[in-house]
Structure formats: C-alpha cells, structure tokens
C-alpha cells in the first residue's frame, strides 16, 4: 500500500470526519439554543402521536400521496439511502476491518447495493435534467451533489474488493471523495438528515395537537379495507 493510499484511508478520514463533527455539533447547539412555544389552543389531538407519526413518515409510503402512487419512487429512495450506508460502512471496514471483504459473499452484498444506488442515482440525474418542473427548482448544489454520489458509488463498488495490490486508484477516488463529501456535506442540501427530525418532530407535534396528526385516512390499504369490512 502506497503513503497516499494509508494517509487517505486514516489521517485524512479521521480529520475530514473531526471536521463533520465540529460542524453538527456547532449546529446542534445553535439549534437547541431555540425556545419552543407552547400551543394556545385547545387540544384536538395528542401531540405525541402527531410527532411520532410524522418522525416516522419517512417509513410510510402509503401516507404520502407520491408515493403511494408511484410506489417506484419510494423503492429509489430506499434503495439509493441503503447505497449511502451501505459504501459508508465501507469506508470503515477497508482500513480497519478488511478481513470482512476477503469473504467474498460479503463483496458481492456491498456491491450489489452500491450498484442499485449507482443506477438510481443515475436515474435521479437523468429525471432531474428532463423533468421541467425539477429543472425550475433545482440549484447547481443539487446537480453537483447528485453527479459526485454517482462517482463516489461507482468508485465504491470497485474499492469494495480491496485489493490495492492490483490497484490502488479505486480506493484513492473512494477514500478522496469520502474525505471530500465529509467537508462539503455540511454546507450543502445533503446535510437534510440533520435537520429532519427536528422538523417533523416540530411539525407533528402542532400538528397532533389540533387534531390533524395522525390523519384518518392514511392507513394502509389493509388496515383499511378491514376497517371497512367491520364496519
């Protein structure tokens, strides 16, 4: 392994990722420093189920309108966050558990979920660039966040096998662009996951206190239709 290669598996990750966590926690601070208001109204509903409703939204594709009717997007979405933990954990088991990825059946699971990641990701590009109405609101952050993931899942299924003694270029582009999203990830629209349980537990939590949270209709279409049979 060249020096290169060991710097940016270790020191530069280690810093990159000291560098992420100043950040989120100077942010985390400046958000709890925010007081909340109490509600004036009269309580319709529990405030409670509102929040954990809306923290768990995220697992609910028949809550949501787009994607209860476009139930591929919601397989995208599942499948490209997957891709993103899926190459993180593999940026520490490379440098710091690489007897895992001598088993081969474990190479090919890391592979095959960055590849479904890679493909969706282009598909995201792609719908991004032709679909009017996302051109409208799309920033060159968003262009730019979605073109580096694409690179970085491409060079992470071919840094997955670890075998810098054939060569070492796949795992310095993966452990590069690592190092690199670690520091650009805070100042961009990727840094969303910090800020969504903040904003659906605020929200669900009005929201469950005027009584709109859970609404009645988003059960699933089983809960549903059994509901409709008892009645």
């Not at 929201?207 to 549903?224: N, Q």
């Amino acid at each position: 392994m060249s020096d290169l290669l060991r710097i940016l598996e270790n020191e530069v990750q280690i810093a990159a990722l000291v560098f992420l966590a100043v950040v989120y926690t100077t942010r985390l601070i400046w958000l709890f420093r925010f007081r909340t208001r109490k509600e004036r109204t009269i309580a319709a509903g529990r405030a409670s189920a509102g929040a954990g409703y809306s923290l768990m939204n995220v697992a609910m594709p028949w809550a949501m309108e787009s994607t209860r009717k476009r139930p591929g997007l919601y397989a995208q979405f599942v499948f490209f966050h997957l891709g993103v933990a899926t190459a993180i954990t593999a940026t520490f088991i490379i440098p710091y558990a690489p007897g895992l990825f001598k088993v081969r059946a474990v190479v090919f699971l890391f592979q095959i979920v960055i590849a479904a990641a890679f493909l969706v990701g282009l598909l995201r590009l792609v719908r991004r660039l032709t679909n009017p109405v996302l051109r409208q609101i799309s920033s060159p952050d968003d262009y730019f966040s979605l073109i580096l993931l694409v690179l970085w899942f491409a060079a992470g299924m071919l840094a997955v096998p670890n075998e810098p003694e054939r060569t070492e270029w796949p795992l310095i582009l993966f452990f590069g662009l690592t190092a690199f999203f670690l520091v650009y990830v805070p100042f961009s629209k990727i840094c969303h996951y910090l800020y969504y349980p903040f904003t659906r537990f605020y929200l669900g939590r009005s929201l469950g206190h005027r009584g709109a949270f859970p609404p009645a209709g988003t059960k699933r279409p089983e809960a549903r239709r059994a509901g409709e049979n008892q009645a």
